[in-house]
């Protein structure tokens, strides 16, 4: 069976449009979607990630950073991904980095694992990118070199 990831809290995120009207990206109505198509799947194990420790996300990002993904403040910065702040908002990206973690664990127990989580690999050190808030991929690499997991890693882009 195939362990799927998903974060608690995307369902509450969503992007401000320019004239107000709110709305959610493409690519979390597509995991939304396929969430609710894995649900229904026997060959799928579905497991909502919700975890509170945020200390991962030191190991790619400033701590000027997630403050303001913390608190919304300073506005520029806490939306610097174009993904607009606000509140789930740190939740959310607590939830999927942790998805990309696990899912990369168990992968390399089974060989195979999906996290449905987006994001990944537009973010920088000191700000968001591309509706990227943070950089999983990185956080992911480092978790499992860390935790000495793996000797080495290869992210290919």
Known sequence: ?????????????????KKGNKYRLDSLNRLIRFN????????FSLKTVDQTDDSV???AHSSTLIEAYQKGKPKKLANSS???????????IVNSTWCHIFAAQKALERNISIALADGGHHAEHKSGFGFGPINSLIITSKYLLEHKT???VAILD
């Open 57 to 59: 996300l030191k190991l």
């Open 82 to 92: 174009g993904v607009i702040w606000q509140k789930g908002f740190y939740r959310w």
């Open 36 to 43: 609710k198509f894995l649900i229904k799947h026997k060959n």
């Open 1 to 17: 069976m195939t362990v799927v990831f998903c974060p608690a809290g995307v369902r509450d995120i969503w992007h401000l449009g």
């Open 150 to 152: 793996l000797e080495k």
